[in-house]
């Protein structure tokens, strides 16, 4: 089936150490999005990336970094920097520049939580 | 830079009661406006869209949403709510000559009671 996977879907992590969350879509989107859902305040944007090897900050995007090496893939490393990383983690795609042809699609999410 | 409001936070009906969530921007330009909806458990699903024309939008399970420009709304509306619509819903903009950027709301939870 064609979607994104993202994983794994829960996360424990220690302060200090850093993580990666993996996303993979293989819907042949040139576009990926990270974002970041906390309880009232929304999904919040990370980074973006609209080609392979180029990507850009979000709203959010410290503490945070990303590679787009692939298409398909666009792994998000949540560093010891975060001040409050834990949250929900969405991963999204889209073929190109959101328009009327296109939209957003997400994962299911990652939950990471620092202990 | 373009940012959304939704202003209610939290929204509780019974079945068969009429829906609205409220949804506001800022930004001047052309923009692009969408409803996501997300089910307990499940991802984030597109509800409906407006890019251009007709300013009434329907979307899936009975849903619709009208883009008034010059009040800066895209307000998500349902005659009558079923149980099944309790989720969180989220409001988003684009705005395609400034940023490819789609930004959300905070979200509106709504629940319904049988």
């Known amino acids: 089936d064609g979607g994104i996977t993202q994983s794994p879907k829960y996360l424990f992590r220690k302060e200090g150490q850093n993580v990666t969350l993996s996303c993979e879509q293989n819907?042949?989107?040139?576009?990926m999005y990270w974002y970041r859902q906390d309880p009232g305040q929304g999904l919040r944007l990370i980074y973006y990336s609209q080609i392979v090897n180029d990507f850009q900050k979000g709203d959010i995007a410290e503490g945070y970094s990303v590679s787009r090496e692939k298409k398909e893939s666009f792994p998000l490393t949540v560093t010891s920097a975060q001040k409050n990383p834990t949250a929900f983690y969405l991963c999204a795609s889209s073929i190109g520049q959101v328009g009327p042809r296109d939209t957003i699609y997400f994962g299911e999410g990652s939950w990471l939580t620092v202990v | 830079a373009q940012s959304v409001s939704q202003h209610n936070h939290h929204v509780i009906l019974s079945e068969a009661a009429s829906l609205e969530l409220g949804c506001n921007y800022s930004y001047g330009g052309t923009v692009n406006l969408f409803w996501y909806v997300q089910y307990p458990g499940q991802h984030l699903q597109l509800l409906l869209k407006y890019f251009s024309g007709d300013p009434l939008v329907k979307g899936i399970k009975g849903f619709e949403a009208e883009f008034i420009k010059s009040k800066f709304s895209f307000n998500l509306r349902k005659p009558s709510v079923q149980w099944s619509d309790t989720a969180e819903y989220f409001c988003a903009v684009n705005a395609p000559y400034n940023t490819d950027k789609l930004i959300f709301g905070t979200g509106t939870r709504l629940q319904v009671f049988p």
């Open positions: 819907l042949n989107h040139d576009a």
